[in-house]
């Protein structure tokens, strides 16, 4: 509450600077003012609202002061980043050789049943329908897989990328050569 002998300086819409004691209307708060004394001296300034474009800034530093902290919790020198990036990449070779091994299997699987639906075709039998639903299944768990393998190549340079921006960010946050 504004006391009795506090003034309020503020520029009004049209460029005016204005004093009144009853305070400081709210359409011109965002633009920033002064509470002056009896003797018109300055007790406090409050600051203009920032602009869309600093507002955007000091989100974009306080994301970034997030971030570095982050890091610097998880990474105590750029040794650890690689060591944490050969172990991320190590996971995901796995993962990829399991997935290729799994693949490669149902490759195998799929030419040995294609091999006797031709073969019923050459006797001139019907190839029996739990054979092609065998053939269409295995199909789509073939797709599936080359599905995931794409997805485990792109988690991988994913990760290549992320590394290699963790490890130049603690490098210049420790003061370390890379």
């Not at 520029?11 to 002064?34: C, K, N, T």
């Not at 650890?80 to 091994?101: F, I, P």
């Not at 693949?103 to 329908?129: D, M, T, Y």
């Amino acid at each position: 509450m504004a006391s009795a002998a506090e003034l309020y300086r503020y520029v009004d819409d049209r460029g005016v600077v204005v004093l009144d004691r009853h305070g400081v209307p709210p359409q011109h708060i965002s633009r920033g003012y002064q509470v002056l004394n009896e003797q018109g001296r300055v007790v406090r300034e409050v600051p203009p609202a920032p602009t869309a474009e600093e507002f955007a800034r000091l989100q974009a530093q306080k994301a970034r002061a997030a971030s570095d902290a982050q890091l610097l919790r998880l990474y105590a020198s750029v040794e650890d980043v690689e060591r944490a990036e050969t172990r991320k990449l190590s996971e995901l070779d796995s993962v990829m050789g399991l997935a290729r091994g799994n693949l490669q299997s149902i490759r195998n699987q799929h030419a040995s049943l294609r091999k006797q639906a031709a073969n019923h075709e050459r006797a001139g039998r019907k190839v029996p329908g739990n054979l092609l639903a065998q053939i269409e299944n295995l199909e789509k768990e073939e797709q599936s897989l080359q599905r995931d393998l794409k997805r485990f190549e792109k988690a991988r340079a994913d990760a290549e990328v992320s590394f290699a921006s963790d490890r130049q960010r603690i490098a210049e946050l420790l003061g370390q050569k890379q």
